[in-house]
């Protein structure tokens, strides 16, 4: 009996420090990156099961870009949808860029992850800050023709997830 307690509390005290490592690493990048807001970050991590067995700050960046590649590929999923409604033609292009922005930003995230896991972490840089242009061109794409973008929301919850996934690793590179 003795062992159990002995068990469940190091099992707890764990636990503890895994949900500070993600707390405390999204205060920091929150304070030092004033568009990256803390509650998304931690309700963020708190929402990938695994986070909670994240043993470190690397962990966490591998993590983040996990989780940017897998809001890239929704908001990809949203675009193909909005392309298979849409008549308008010249409103389809533009869609279409928004499409291949994030086919190439998927890669890219792919790529960072695996950089991350390797301790390559300025390459791992290099592909999340070109990964990160994905929702800019998107809405680039529309602004420059005078057009409500339709995927506001994906592209912000995008641009989050992929800039902490930056920032983590711009921390780790310090």
């Known amino acids: ?5 002995y068990l469940l509390l190091i099992s707890l005290f764990i636990s503890l420090s895994n949900a500070s490592i993600v707390e405390e690493t999204c205060k920091n990048i929150s304070s030092s990156h004033p568009y990256i807001a803390y509650d998304f970050c ?8 695994a986070s909670s067995q994240a043993a470190n700050q690397r962990a966490l960046a591998i993590i983040a870009s996990r989780l940017a590649n897998s809001t890239a590929v929704k908001t990809q999923a949203r675009i193909q949808e909005l392309m298979e409604a849409e008549k308008n033609q010249p409103r389809k292009n533009r ?3 928004c499409m291949e922005g994030y086919s190439l930003a998927i890669d890219d995230l792919r790529t960072a992850e695996q950089a991350i896991g390797a301790e390559r972490d300025t390459d791992a840089q290099i592909f999340l800050s070109a990964a990160l242009g994905a929702s800019s061109d998107c809405e680039d794409a529309f602004a420059e023709a005078e057009d409500a973008c339709p995927l506001e929301t994906e592209n912000g919850e995008y641009d989050q997830m992929a ?3 930056l ?3 711009a921390a780790l590179h310090r």
């Open 1 to 5: 009996m003795k062992t159990f307690y």
């Open 42 to 49: 931690v309700s963020s991590f708190k929402s990938y099961n």
């Open 95 to 97: 869609l279409d860029v």
């Open 163 to 165: 800039a902490i996934a």
């Open 167 to 169: 920032a983590i690793v």
